[in-house]
């Protein structure tokens, strides 16, 4: 199973907002408003930033907003912080599966 | 809500572990579970999927036949069997709550250490 493509890196100044973007297929994100986004600090857990392409939990900051058009997921991150800075990870629901697809993940840089 | 792993170590290639995921400040049985890991420096890698009754459980490719996922939910535990080791299996591993509505990991534990390596 091919993992979701995401760019390896981005970055942004403080204030800033930037965007990262999760391509699938027909089979995953094209199909489903089941698009997830996680957020890995360095040598900590991931935790879940969004879901169902736009949700925010309980407690995740209103910066943080998702949106999908076709095959293509984003993540937009607004007025850039330093504690911004992290790794992060987009999943989606793919037909038939148990499991979540895993995007490589993209590593944000607060300049 | 919290989740707690444990059981990770350094074991020699073709060796074994188990792995174990305490649950706790929620009603464990009614969840799905996911084992989720990532070796040094790289992204997050699903490992595998069982439904809150034990019933349905998926592995991924990479793992399928050496590892078994299990649970006991009137200990509000979860479990990954890892038989036949190998230094591509070294990495944390992560326990992670499922939501079926969602198809989301909306809780994940801290994590815990797995090194093969002779």
């Known amino acids: 199973q091919s993992a979701l493509t995401q760019p390896a890196s981005v970055s942004g100044s403080p204030g800033q907002s930037i965007t990262i973007s999760c391509t699938g297929t027909t089979n995953d994100v094209g199909s489903y408003d089941l698009v997830s986004w996680y957020q890995q600090q360095p040598g900590k857990a991931p935790r879940l930033l969004i879901y169902?392409?736009?949700e925010r939990p309980a407690g995740v900051s209103h910066r943080f907003s998702g949106s999908k058009s076709a095959n293509t997921a984003s993540l937009t991150i607004s007025g850039l912080q330093s504690d911004d800075e992290a790794h992060y990870y987009c999943?989606?629901?793919?037909?038939?599966?148990?499991?979540?697809?895993f995007g490589g993940g993209t590593r944000l840089t607060v300049l | 809500v919290q989740l707690v792993e444990s059981g990770g170590d350094l074991v020699k290639p073709g060796g074994s572990l188990r792995l174990s995921c305490t649950a706790s400040g929620f009603l464990f049985e009614t969840y799905s579970m996911n084992w989720v890991r990532q070796a040094p420096g790289k992204g997050l890698e699903w490992v595998s999927f069982?439904?809150?009754?034990?019933?349905?459980?998926d592995i991924a490719d990479p793992v399928k036949g050496r590892f078994t996922v299990s649970r006991d939910n009137a200990k509000n535990s979860l479990f990954l069997q890892m038989n036949t080791l190998t230094v591509d299996d070294t990495a944390i591993y992560y326990c992670?709550?499922?939501?079926?509505?969602?198809?989301?990991?909306?809780?994940w534990g801290q994590g815990t250490m797995v090194t093969v390596s002779s």
């Open positions: 999943t989606s629901y793919t037909t038939g599966k148990n499991f979540v697809l």
């Open positions: 169902e392409v736009s």
């Open positions: 992670a709550r499922f939501d079926v509505e969602t198809v989301a990991l909306d809780i």
């Open positions: 069982i439904t809150g009754s034990g019933g349905s459980v």
